[in-house]
């Protein structure tokens, strides 16, 4: 195992609830170190280039509309083995199917806003770390 980072965004459902500080305890109870974080409101031209991904799926428009309907909080987490032991604590994406004690199973309101997105492999959030943040604002 190495000492990895991955990119975390906490998304308009938690932030309008005041849900930012209860995630982030999660987060460093788990061991994930908060390296960078800036609450930014995205443009639709960067949440549509984010989740260029998912630009097939029928979700896709309503997902970038929801990413743009208020702040979110951008987030680089570090840890040993930090992509899939963020993507432990986060839950399955359906709120329905994460285990007791994740954040998705304690905070998300459906499927879409789920509370928090986090990278699902360490080339994608090498590239959605450098997509958000310059390497001067990140403080390890
Ligand atoms: P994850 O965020 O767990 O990696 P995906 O990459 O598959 O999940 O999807 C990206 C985001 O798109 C999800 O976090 C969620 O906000 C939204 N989403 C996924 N599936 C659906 C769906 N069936 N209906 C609406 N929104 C969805
Ligand atoms: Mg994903």
């Known amino acids: 195992m190495a000492v990895e980072r991955t990119l975390s965004i ?4 938690a932030t309008r609830r005041n849900l930012t500080g209860k995630i982030n305890a999660v987060f460093e109870d788990a061991g994930l170190r908060i ?8 443009t639709e031209a960067q949440a ?4 260029a991904v998912h630009k097939e799926r029928p979700f896709y428009g309503e997902l970038v509309s929801f990413m743009i309907s208020g702040p ?3 987030q680089v987490l570090e840890a040993e083995n930090a992509v899939a032991k963020h993507r432990d604590v986060m839950g ?3 709120p329905k199917d994460a285990a007791p004690g994740t954040v998705r199973a304690e ?6 806003a789920n509370s928090v997105h986090g990278s699902d492999s360490l080339e994608n959030a090498v590239n959605e770390i450098r997509f958000f943040f310059a390497e001067t604002e990140i403080v390890g």
Request: glycine share 4%.
């Open 10 to 13: 906490i998304k308009p459902d």
């Open 107 to 112: 905070f998300a309101e459906s499927i879409e």
């Open 72 to 74: 979110v909080v951008l």
């Open 35 to 42: 390296v960078a974080q800036k609450r930014v409101q995205l």
């Open 92 to 94: 399955a994406t359906n």
């Open 48 to 51: 549509g280039a984010f989740y």
